[in-house]
T-cell receptor, first 115, second 114 residues
Framework: AQTVTQSQPEMSVQEAETVTLSCTYDTSESDYYLFWYKQPPSRQMILVIRQEAYKQQNATENRFSVNFQKAAKSFSLKISDSQLGDAAMYFCAYRSARRDDKIIFGKGTRLHILP | DTAVSQTPKYLVTQMGNDKSIKCEQNLGHDTMYWYKQDSKKFLKIMFSYNNKELIINETVPNRFSPKSPDKAHLNLHINSLELGDSAVYFC?????????????FGSGTRLTVV
């Protein structure tokens, strides 16, 4: 069974600095998708960024970028120029490319932004 | 305008009661899901439906029964509520089964069983 591990329950970063959230996953499949979701105090789940496993190029969305290392099964999220609004729980997630599969979430990393 | 809407947002009820949570999406998506987020924020899938057909049914007590009257609606009925059912329940949808772009989530229903 696939698993997603986030080893950092909490992290803090100074406003305007850069922070990296770690994620590793375990799968025997070669085709899959990886995601980072953000859950602010409002409780809403917001998709931050996604990566297809077959793409070697790391995904980027404005201040958010990933470091995808397929062989190491690692998928970290880098947030540049951290802003107060980035404070949230961040969930790493995995989904197999099989048609009827579901998204599996890690346990989350709570990110604090220090003013 | 809300893409995936859940009602109610908060639900407080006594042990042993039966309650329902409703979910509607206006995105024209074929596939809908129910996830449970426990007190430690862990999100776990419960069910998924594709065009009214049950696709995923995880190890969930049979007190939980999903109902999909049409592909825009997926409701969750819970019988004989227990203290351990207290959690946030999220509904989500995706355009079609197997699509790779992630899900659109509702804002969640916080269920508190007392």
């Amino acid at each position: 069974a696939q698993t997603v591990t986030q080893s950092q329950p909490e992290m803090s970063v100074q406003e305007a600095e850069t922070v990296t959230l770690s994620c590793t996953y375990d799968t025997s499949e070669s085709d899959y998708y990886l995601f980072w979701y953000k859950q602010p105090p409002s409780r809403q789940m917001i998709l931050v960024i996604r990566q297809e496993a077959y793409k070697q190029q790391n995904a980027t969305e404005n201040r958010f970028s990933v470091n995808f290392q397929k062989a190491a099964k690692s998928f970290s999220l880098k947030i540049s120029d951290s802003q107060l609004g980035d404070a949230a729980m961040y969930f790493c997630a995995y989904r197999s490319a099989r048609r009827d599969d579901k998204i599996i979430f890690g346990k989350g990393t709570r990110l604090h932004i220090l003013p | 305008d809300t893409a995936v809407s859940q009602t109610p947002k908060y639900l407080v009820t006594q042990m042993g009661n039966d309650k329902s949570i409703k979910c509607e999406q206006n995105l024209g998506h074929d596939t809908m899901y129910w996830y449970k987020q426990d007190s430690k924020k862990f999100l776990k899938i419960m069910f998924s439906y594709n065009n009214k057909e049950l696709i995923i049914n995880e190890t969930v007590p049979n007190r939980f029964s999903p109902k999909s009257p049409d592909k825009a609606h997926l409701n969750l009925h819970i019988n004989s509520l227990e203290l351990g059912d207290s959690a946030v329940y999220f509904c989500a949808s995706s355009p079609w089964i197997g699509e790779p772009y992630g899900y659109t989530f509702g804002s969640g229903t916080r269920l508190t069983v007392v």
